[in-house]
């Protein structure tokens, strides 16, 4: 992993710098929960925790902002392919930041929430077009080697802003005398990570597969020697170049229209366009966010009845959280792959969230007692599982799945699904949690179940395959290749990887030669000349 860091330091520090668009979504997802939870923010916007229209109001406010999330991962396409990856994260993060202003300033002499209702609306529509685009931006400029492990470094900010927010909002809980400080604190320091993002991208490249697009190419080959810390004219460096010109000289630049017409025609890419959709649609239902929105309730409901024990619980949640995902991208995602990390990751969440259900099916408001005391250690197995495989997997997949011509498109559409479902989601668990309580855990538990069951028979193995060749991972039939690719010695990917490794060695043999061929004919010009 160190051998790892220093051979690629340029691809991680791109990775960490442009990541903070991951802790933006994190922050708010760990933040809002504990801020409903306040009497002082219940206490600005006059509203009652006992009536039976709080449930109600409790998804409103956590679901604008995905609302917002939605239409940013829809303008994705558009702006990200006009203006380049890059130019789209400083757009994204300047609106994010407008909205968290709009946020901190509501209540202000009144107790109306439309201000609050259109900061959270307008901050999403900036973390939706910064979580379509970071994928993008990261899996086009980093080595295959690290590109998992990259694009899921998103997945950690995402857990570790999470974290952070839990507990700044336990801290300041028992801080009661700041009035409405306690829940404006919180929404102020979620700006924290978009000043870092916006500082960091000042000196970041752009991806040079967007400039080989425009047709800057000696841009594009000093980013690419930039990023890759190689010079110029190095040969492998040149043969990537080289290659991904191809790609791109093969497939000319598409409008949306055409971009859509070739999925609707070609199985492969129709394949690779709806498995991204899919991967979202299970990662949303597999209740994580459930969670991580509303931790605190769950918590009580479990037994955790005290509002600082579930606060406190909720920040162990964080960390926990925060070191799987860790220990996930360093020794899962590039050792074990994508395919059996979600496999497992399925698995043991369907085990947690089974245990939780019928735990409350059986002893429903019992306290805490051996089952509950269990039951709160499955949320933190849930998490374990989820860390490693539906956390991160999902963005690496649909990034690497996608082709370079129409991967603005495919991940706007894996965004706009995701984000859909985290809006259905944040809507819909309190009032789950209300009306059929243990269900709700079930309901996750069984969708998990049918999630390792989709991926087994649908998801190819991609583990250090160049972006240029993951296309023919969805060639032939489907289910037949993907089911191979579940026997870890038998995958394509292994096949793809040993090609490209031979057309390296080619490139640096034929470097060789060249160098060889020139020093031969300076030694005989030198001969000559004596």
Known sequence: MIVDIRRYRKAYILTAVTSFGGMLFGWDTGMIGGILTLPAFQKSFALDKNSKDFSNLQ??????????????????????????????????DAIFIIGSILQVCSGLKTTSLSLLYVGRVVGGFGVGLISAVVPSYIGENVNKEVRGRCIGTMQLFNV???????????????????G????????????????????????????????????????????????????END????????????????????????QFRIVASSKPIFYQFSMAIILMFWQQWTGTNSINYYSPQ????????????????????????????????????????????????????AFAMYYIGIQGAVVPHAGLTGSSYFAIVCVYLFVVF?????????????????????????????????????????????????????????????????????????????????????HLLFQGGIVRGATRDTLPSRTRAKELQAHSHVKERDARDDEERNLKSDGMARRHVEDYNV
């Not at 956590?62 to 609302?67: G, H, K, T």
């Not at 306690?182 to 400039?211: H, K």
């Open 59 to 92: 998804g409103n406010i956590v679901s604008v902002l995905q609302a917002g999330c939605f239409f940013g991962a829809m303008s994705s396409f558009f702006i990200s392919e006009k203006s380049g990856r890059r130019t789209a994260l400083f757009i994204a």
């Open 386 to 470: 989820y860390s490693f495989g539906w956390g991160p997997i999902p963005f690496v997949l649909s990034a690497e799945c996608a082709p370079n011509h129409i991967r603005s498109l495919i991940l706007a559409a894996a965004l706009m699904t995701q984000w859909l479902f985290n809006f259905v989601i944040a809507k819909l668990t309190p009032i789950m949690l209300a009306d059929i309580t243990y269900g709700t855990y079930l309901l996750f538990g069984s969708c998990c179940v049918l999630m390792v069951v989709y991926t087994v028979f649908c998801v190819p193995e991609t583990k250090n395959v160049p972006l240029e060749s993951v």
């Open 180 to 231: 409405a400080l306690q829940w404006r604190i919180p929404f102020t320091l979620q700006m924290l990570p978009g000043v870092l993002l916006f500082i960091g991208l000042l000196f970041q490249n752009e991806s040079p597969r967007w400039l080989v697009e425009q047709d800057n190419i000696p841009k594009a080959q000093r980013a690419l020697s930039r990023v890759r810390a190689k010079s």
């Open 298 to 349: 769950i918590f009580e409901s479990i037994g955790l009845t005290s509002t600082s024990a579930g606060l406190f619980a909720t920040g162990i949640y964080g960390v926990v959280k925060v070191v799987c995902t860790a220990l996930g991208l360093a020794f899962a995602t590039e050792q074990l792959g994508r395919k059996w990390s979600l496999l497992i990751g399925g698995a043991g969440q």
């Open 160 to 178: 570790t802003g999470i974290m952070l927010s839990y507990f700044v909002n336990y801290g300041i809980s028992s801080h009661k005398s700041l």
């Open 235 to 258: 040969p492998i460096l040149l043969q990537e170049l080289q290659e991904i010109i191809e790609d791109f000289r093969i497939h000319q630049r598409l409008s949306f229209v055409q």
